[in-house]
């Protein structure tokens, strides 16, 4: 049987700029992405966590170092600039692989720096 678990999550993210008119996704900077390690254009789901919203979008890598977490087409429309997120992926394993599978989970300042890693 196969699972749905907790790959990675990045906590507590502030959204640094909205762009409706692009295609569409989630940019978060390279360094988080590394972290967390999650790829370009894998599945996210996103959580709001000033209004609730939530929603499912791939990433797009952002520049390293800078803090960028952008929402871009549509998903501008469910975060506002300074909003705290909550973006995690998910991974498919056996039962026997999931008890014993630990997350990576990076918390992140004000400023979208890394502060802790588990």
């Known amino acids: 049987?196969?699972?749905?678990?907790?790959?990675?999550?990045?906590?507590?993210?502030?959204?640094?700029?909205?762009?409706?008119?692009?295609?569409?996704?989630i940019t978060?900077?390279?360094?988080?992405?590394e972290a967390?390690?999650?790829?370009?254009?894998?599945?996210?789901?996103v959580v709001n966590l000033n209004n609730g919203s939530r929603l499912e979008t791939y990433v797009i890598p952002g520049r390293n170092g800078t803090g960028i977490i952008?929402?871009?087409?549509g998903a501008a429309l469910h975060a506002a600039i300074g909003d705290r997120l909550l973006i995690m992926s998910y991974v498919l394993m056996e039962t026997k692989d999931s008890v014993?599978?630990?997350p990576k989970v990076i918390f992140v300042d004000d400023k979208n720096k890394i502060t802790n890693k588990k």
Do not use: C, F, W
């Open 100 to 102: 014993v599978y630990k």
């Open 28 to 33: 978060i900077d390279s360094d988080m992405l």
């Open 1 to 25: 049987m196969l699972r749905t678990m907790l790959k990675a999550k990045i906590h507590g993210a502030k959204v640094t700029e909205s762009n409706l008119e692009y295609k569409g996704s």
């Open 36 to 45: 967390a390690d999650i790829i370009p254009n894998e599945k996210v789901q």
């Open 70 to 73: 952008g929402m871009n087409g």
